[in-house]
């Protein structure tokens, strides 16, 4: 579809000039700094530490990208976006890129003139309540409230799920997760029901957070992942193989500790991933090193999920589905060749 006929679509013909005028790669470069948008808080994913620095697996994919296109993770300006605001924030142009926890869905994926370009983390919809309610299981929650985060799928799933069971609920909507966990804590609601990767750092933000628990079921899929305008295949590609390189250097078992000996390597597959050989660079509009940038100042995939929402993280969150594909999970690179 061209971009005019989505702007139409959108609304924001007025918008045109600036989007159409540069590829996002131009502007980019042009700017020296990639406006990247991110949540307002969600802990290893997208959050400030006590001194004011992001961090988070969804930051690292800013700086992965940052480094492939300007040779430097800094060169980031983080965007702070509620749920409701993060796609008309892409889609006007204030953002470059989405990396805010964002589900791949039909309908977001082939009616908002966007476009996902991969999934950095499998999840799915869990439920978070107070041990004092004696609650073991999702199905003793018939008549409870829910304190659930507007303008995400939370909502829909948690209706078809109330459905199929023939149970009822109540919700209390709020704008970020913070507030939610903010009714949550005063007791406003039962229940709190988000991705379980969010629930978990939920609650650490628990004032005793042993005195809640995740319960085990979940009730959706949640594949997240970053998002682009459509129209720019380019930069389209720059984003989708900045992911892939990220998984590539683990399975090669390329990381950031010894990616410049990695360098001197004959494996032909190390080889393309660092630009010793071939065009993987050249053929993206980038330089031979885009991804041994990558590697050297952000690491691989496996780097990120252990620092972040890992066993290296607070959140200790296990791999699972997040794992390499050889080693159980879903996570697959498309060859670098």
Request: hydrophobic share 40%; aromatic share 8%.
């Amino acid at each position: 579809m061209k971009l005019t006929k989505i702007a139409l679509m959108l609304g924001i013909a007025s918008l045109l000039p600036n989007l159409a005028s540069a590829s996002t790669l131009d502007q980019v470069v042009k700017k020296g700094v990639l406006n990247c948008g991110v949540s307002t808080g969600i802990p290893g994913f997208s959050a400030t530490d006590s001194k004011g620095v992001w961090k988070g697996i969804d930051v690292d994919f800013c700086q992965s990208v940052a480094a492939a296109v300007l040779g430097d993770p800094a060169k980031v300006k983080y965007i702070p976006l509620t749920a409701k605001e993060r796609f008309t924030a892409l889609q006007s142009g204030e953002i470059d890129l989405l990396a805010r926890s964002s589900t791949w869905t039909a309908t977001r994926d082939t009616s908002l003139g966007l476009n996902f370009a991969g999934v950095n983390y499998y999840d799915g919809q869990g439920f978070l309540v107070n041990k004092e309610l004696g609650i073991s299981s999702a199905k003793e929650l018939d008549g409870a409230t829910f304190c659930i985060q507007a303008g995400t799928t939370t909502e829909l799933n948690l209706t078809d799920y109330f459905k199929a069971n023939k149970m009822a609920y109540k919700a209390v909507t709020y704008d970020t997760s913070g507030q939610t966990i903010d009714g949550f804590k005063k007791g406003r609601c039962d229940a709190v029901t988000s991705d379980a990767s969010q629930l978990y750092g939920l609650k650490l933000k628990m004032n005793k957070p042993n005195s809640v628990v995740v319960l085990p079921e979940i009730i959706s899929k949640e594949p997240l992942g970053p998002v682009v305008r459509q129209g720019d295949d380019q930069w389209f590609n720059i984003v989708r193989w900045t992911m892939f390189a990220t998984l590539e250097a683990e399975e090669l078992g390329v990381s950031s500790a010894n990616v410049d000996a990695q360098l001197k390597s004959q494996n032909p597959g190390i080889k393309r991933l660092l630009g010793t050989s071939g065009k993987a660079g050249e053929n993206l509009g980038l330089s031979s090193d885009w991804a041994y940038n990558i590697i050297k100042k952000v690491g691989n995939y496996g780097e990120m999920f252990d620092r972040n929402v890992g066993k290296g993280s607070p959140l200790n969150i296990e791999r699972g589905l997040n794992n390499l594909w050889n080693q159980g999970g879903l996570m697959y690179s498309m060859p670098i060749r």
